[in-house]
């Protein structure tokens, strides 16, 4: 009895026992399923880090401004703080590059909104400096003009953040370049930056 019941099934087919041959199925098959389950794995810590949520970098002298509303008017806006980071804005949107004059900070708060970086500086600030700033003018979702008033020689401002600078060759201008040009404030990432009002000259 005890001899019948150690003997394994045959295949009627082959003629071969199947315990080895369905071990080994269960086997590749496990295996499968750890190497999908880890490329799933793989791809959601992927997708996590490129899309899921990251805190914001520190760039010492951020300022954070609390924006309480963004709706649309046509009347001239007034801010509580030079330049603005956000806020009321024009319905349309200043086109995205460097101006060689002044511009309507409610045409610039829209295109921050939709995710530029506002860099002004001063009209008395030394060419030099102002030339350096046109090159940063040069990139998408950047927006450069001289301004009156500011409370610093060059003043950068995103949507809620902003940055006052003594000298446009500090190399914060570009790290808060590099983190809020369509950063994590944006209200409208993606919005267009051209096709608004504006000419500038880059």
Known sequence: MA???AVAPVDPWTGKPVRRRRRGVV??????AVAVAGLVLTADVVAYRRFGPQPEPRIPGV?????HTRFHTTDPVRYDRTPPAGGPHAPVWLNCGVYAAPV??????????HGAVWVTYRPDLPAGQVAALR?????????VSPYPGLPAPVVA?????QLRLDDAADERLQRFLDVYREGPLTPERGGPCHGGTGAPLT
């Open 3 to 5: 001899s019948e019941t």
């Open 27 to 32: 086997t590749v098959a496990a295996g499968v």
């Open 63 to 67: 300022e954070r401004v609390a924006i």
């Open 104 to 113: 309507p900070p409610e045409n610039a708060v829209h295109s921050m909104e």
């Open 135 to 143: 090159l940063l003018g040069r990139r998408p979702y950047t927006v």
């Open 157 to 161: 401002s995103a949507w809620g953040r």
